[in-house]
């Protein structure tokens, strides 16, 4: 059975800075796609990044993430994590970490493109 778990949410300052953590067991971790999303109070749910499966070599950052957050991966560990610099009021949500496409290179960045979601961690950010 696949199981997807987050960490590393909390409160944190405008311009601070988080990391966040998923771990994912029960699949071949470095076969898939990761990423990350979130959703705001009243917003639907929206991708903020996504890295390829295996090296990684390939990501994708919301136009509102870059230049800030960076995702990376620990295959030995079954791990992504997502640091997030210079955050704002608005970075505020909860945050999902979801499993992407086998053998993704993170073409395809919609909901249905994956298949096993966190339970989600919330990020507050205070002005």
């Known amino acids: 059975r696949v199981q997807v778990v987050e960490s590393g949410g909390g409160v944190v300052q405008a311009g601070g800075s988080l990391r966040l953590s998923c771990t994912a067991s029960?699949?071949?971790?470095?076969?898939?796609?990761m990423g990350w999303f979130r959703q705001a109070p009243g917003k639907r749910r929206e991708v903020i990044s996504c890295i390829s499966f295996n090296t990684g070599d390939k990501t994708y950052y919301t136009d509102s993430a870059k230049g800030r957050f960076s995702i990376s991966r620990d295959n030995a560990k079954n791990s992504q994590y997502l640091q997030m610099n210079s955050l704002k009021p608005e970075d505020t949500a909860i945050y999902y970490c979801a499993v992407g496409g086998w053998y993704g290179s993170c073409k395809e960045l919609g909901e249905g493109d994956f298949g096993y979601w966190g339970q989600g961690t919330q990020i507050t950010v205070s002005s």
């Open positions: 029960g699949l071949k971790f470095d076969d898939y796609a």
